[in-house]
């Protein structure tokens, strides 16, 4: 079971941070990552994280956010954070966090079997 939190609407050039709840047996063995979707757009992925188990710990980013996101967790707690900064028009949608037990790149590409609701960010200019 995942739940997004965070998004909002903010002013370009300004930051949030996403939240992503992950509860359910095994979790620990799921990598996570956070996907987006713009409206008009199909759904891409933002960054990665590997798995609570995994070693090491490896995250991705998609070229268009590295610099400005960052996607962390805390392994004694449960969420997945997805820091956002400098915010641009481009970087609005509907962020949604994705679970499953595979390698962080691979759920970047593939995505998980797991999916949330959706949070959405809007980036006025």
């Known amino acids: 079971h995942l739940v997004e939190s965070g998004g909002a609407l903010v002013q370009a050039g300004g930051s949030l941070r996403l939240s992503c709840s992950v509860t359910g047996n095994s979790v620990e063995h799921y990598a996570i990552g956070w996907f987006r979707q713009a409206p008009g757009k199909e759904r891409e992925w933002v960054s990665c994280i590997s798995a609570k188990t995994a070693i090491p710990d490896r995250t991705e980013e998609k070229d268009a956010v590295k610099g400005r996101f960052t996607i962390s967790r805390n392994k004694a707690t449960n969420p997945v954070y997805l820091q956002m900064n400098d915010l641009r028009a481009g970087d609005a949608g509907v962020y949604s966090c994705?679970?499953?037990?595979?390698?962080?790149?691979?759920?970047?590409?593939?995505?998980?079997?797991?999916w949330g609701q959706g949070t959405q960010v809007t980036v006025s200019s």
């Open positions: 994705t679970g499953g037990r595979r390698p962080a790149p691979d759920l970047c590409v593939l995505g998980g079997g797991y």
